[in-house]
């Protein structure tokens, strides 16, 4: 068994970016610039977002927070979509979610510029996305796609199956990995809590997409001798022996999956750990223009 050491290839991948700013500045270029807008003050989403920040600085891109109080008008908010939308000295930008529940997620996320949307979760980048064109995808489903080429896994003619049907990563991931190419060419199963009998599903595959947000809901006897298993879930359970009082744990049960596995992620560290970096990753390709021209 192999652990796919998601913390480790993050750092290469930022380093790689770092070196591409140095180049971008030796050609006096501009450095990417990413902004993100945090309305209110969910501690979640201001952990996210410092992460965000943080890592933007580590690599030398330029970043803005643009922060709002959780009661701003969703007019006000659309006023500022529109203006980063405008904005020459912007590459691309995120709307942090969820918003306020007076705000209209939907329509903040329809209001962004396909070209900036580095979220990768506008409907024309979904749609193009699951025609094979040149997209931003999804930080997660990108972050996987990174896993699986990075580490040589392969994919052709195996037998995926995604556990989890949610917009933002089970959806686009069973479209991303039957599609033509590498890291593709699967046979995908995408299932979900009305799929009867998931355990046999997931039983026949050789790779494994655990993407459904319960602790430890994949059992050691689902799982395949020598199939891949790449563990979504980032679930926070009670743990009396650590200062916080909880533990994160994912949507595998590690210990009994492991043993059985050929590469398996771990939790913390596998998955979580690449979803900046393909922020990241989608802020440099915004700013050389590699998917919209
Ligand atoms: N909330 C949780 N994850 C994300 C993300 O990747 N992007 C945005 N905009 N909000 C989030």
């Not at 039957?178 to 060419?185: F, M, N, W």
């Not at 039983?203 to 494994?208: E, G, K, L």
């Not at 743990?239 to 916080?244: H, Q």
Request: hydrophobic letters at 40%; one cysteine or more.
């Amino acid at each position: 068994m192999q652990l796919l050491d998601g913390k480790l290839l993050s750092e290469n991948i930022k380093a790689e970016l770092a070196a591409e700013v140095d180049q971008l500045i030796k050609d006096g270029k501009k450095v990417p610039h990413l902004v993100a807008v945090l309305v209110g003050d969910n501690p979640a989403s201001e952990v996210y977002v410092s992460n965000k920040i943080r890592s933007c600085e580590q690599i030398g891109f330029r970043s803005t927070l643009i922060r709002r109080n959780a009661d701003v008008a969703q007019g006000d908010l659309l006023k500022i979509v529109h203006d980063l939308n405008n904005d020459p000295e912007v590459d691309g930008f995120i709307v942090q979610l969820p918003l306020p529940k007076h705000i209209n997620e939907e329509k903040i996320t329809l209001a962004i510029d396909p070209k900036k949307d580095v979220d990768g979760f506008h409907p024309v980048n979904f749609g193009r996305m699951a025609q094979g064109l040149p997209a931003f995808l999804p930080a997660t489903p990108y972050g996987i796609l990174e896993i699986l080429r990075r580490h040589n896994i392969e994919t052709a003619g195996k037998h995926c199956v995604v556990v989890g049907r949610s917009n933002i990563v089970g959806t686009p991931i069973s479209i991303l990995l039957s599609r033509k190419g590498y890291p593709g060419d699967c046979t995908v199963t995408l299932t979900h809590s009305r799929t009867q009998d998931l355990p046999a599903e997931v039983r026949r595959a050789d790779i494994v997409v655990a993407a459904i947000g319960i602790p430890n809901f994949i059992k050691g006897d689902w799982v395949k001798e020598g199939a891949v298993v790449i563990d979504v879930g980032i679930n926070r359970i009670a743990d009396s022996s650590k200062k916080s009082g909880f533990k994160l744990v994912g949507d595998v049960d590690f210990d009994a999956v492991a043993p059985k596995c050929s590469f398996i992620t771990p939790v913390p560290g596998g998955v979580g750990a690449m979803t900046v970096t393909a922020l990241l990753m989608n802020t440099m390709k915004a700013t050389q223009k590699e998917i919209y021209s």
